[in-house]
Nanobody, 126 residues
Framework: QVQLVESGGGSVQAGGSLRLSCAASGDTDRTYCMGWFRQAPGKGREGVAF????????LYADSVKGRFTISHDNAKNTLYLQMNSVKPEDTAMYYC???????????????????WGQGTRVTVSS
């Protein structure tokens, strides 16, 4: 079992930056595929960035590539999402998720993730 708690959301103007954090507790000695998903009002959940805690590879949705950076601090058991050059379309509730296996071909599938945080809201104004 692992528990995830997001923080760092808030309001920011377009072009600005924000850093989200996701603190993990519980069975953190294992390695996980971890991801950031977001859900805008009236839309489905979208995966935006992914990382395997046992390696260095990262994966991004085209919509955020070059603007967002995902990272993981193993010593702090914390996942981050650095959001730069944000746009109004980045407005959403952001969730972190974890699954105890390598990020395989399933990594964009939200139903494949067992552990979820409660979400943190990001609002980008134009």
């Amino acid at each position: 079992q692992v528990q995830l708690v997001e923080s760092g959301g808030g309001s920011v103007q377009a072009g600005g930056s924000l850093r989200l954090s996701c603190a993990a507790s519980g069975d953190t000695d294992r390695t996980y595929c971890m991801g950031w998903f977001r859900q805008a009002p009236g839309k489905g959940r979208e995966g935006v960035a992914f990382i395997y805690t046992g390696g260095v590879s990262t994966l991004y949705a085209d919509s955020v590539k070059g603007r967002f950076t995902i990272s993981h601090d193993n010593a702090k058991n914390t996942l981050y999402l650095q959001m730069n050059s944000v746009k109004p379309e980045d407005t959403a509730m952001y969730y972190c998720a974890a699954e105890n296996r390598w990020c395989g071909s399933w990594y964009r599938d939200e139903t494949a993730y067992k552990y979820w945080g409660q979400g943190t809201r990001v609002t980008v104004s134009s």
